[in-house]
């Protein structure tokens, strides 16, 4: 009995020590890996947007539109800012979308893709919780097609550059040391007119929905 205890108790102690140092390590490597993060993060978007129009013939009289939900996704990044705030851009593929309702039943749907770009500021005060306010510049990249039940598909001079204003109110949960679960809800309003070149008057409004995975640099 007395040979077994004096082979297993040094064995313990040995495996003790082992442990010690183990997690001793692990802990400084840990807590290097910590402090040597940038605080920037990269993100990849996907989501749901619907598109609510505004539109006016030449002699302000509104015309009768419905918005469309489409598809829309893109990437993110974020750059840490002094006292809880950070700054936002992201690039974002959407797709504008919305049907024109004519007298005696007719409707046309005129779409387009465009590249969005949102600048916001976000606060991160709450846990849990990151609400942001920006502007945001938007340029169309596939021509505007019109096709429908009174006109031949063609396409229109409908204008290229948009911007406007944007708010949100996104959250991030961490699945691991750099990965975070990410979800936003945006509005975003056109501040300038999109039917420049024709004689109608065009904006847009957007609720949007993204949700992905946003990795810490």
């Known amino acids: 009995m007395m040979k077994k205890l004096n082979v297993i108790f040094p064995v ?18 840990e807590s290097v890996d ?19 129009v505004s539109m006016a013939d030449s002699s302000d ?15 993110t990044v974020e750059i840490p800012l002094p006292a809880k705030l950070g ?10 979308q919305f049907s024109r309702n ?19 500021l976000r606060a991160h005060f709450i846990p849990f919780l990151n609400p942001g306010l920006g502007l945001y510049y938007g340029r169309t990249v596939t021509s505007w097609s019109i096709s429908g039940d009174s006109v031949n598909s063609s396409t229109t001079n409908y204008g290229k550059d ?40 065009l904006r847009f409004s957007q609720i949007q929905f993204f949700a992905g995975l946003r990795f810490d640099l």
Not at 12 to 29: D, P, Q, Y
Not at 176 to 185: E, K, Q, W, Y
């Open 34 to 52: 910590s402090s040597s993060k940038s605080g920037v993060s990269l993100g990849l978007l996907g989501g749901v947007i619907y598109n609510s």
């Open 162 to 201: 948009d911007f406007g204003f944007v708010i949100a109110v996104g959250t991030a949960i961490p699945v691991g040391s750099t990965i975070n679960i990410v979800a936003d809800l945006r509005y975003t309003r056109s501040l300038n007119n999109l039917g420049s070149g024709t004689e109608n008057s």
């Open 87 to 96: 700054l936002e851009l992201d690039m974002l593929y959407i797709k504008h």
């Open 61 to 75: 009289t509104a015309i009768d539109t419905s918005g469309k939900a489409e598809f829309a996704g893109g990437i």
């Open 102 to 120: 004519e007298v005696g039943g007719f409707t046309s749907t005129a779409s387009s893709g465009a590249l969005q770009f949102p600048l916001l």
């Open 12 to 29: 313990l102690v040995l495996a003790i020590i082992g442990m010690f140092f183990t997690t001793a390590i692990k802990a400084e490597e």
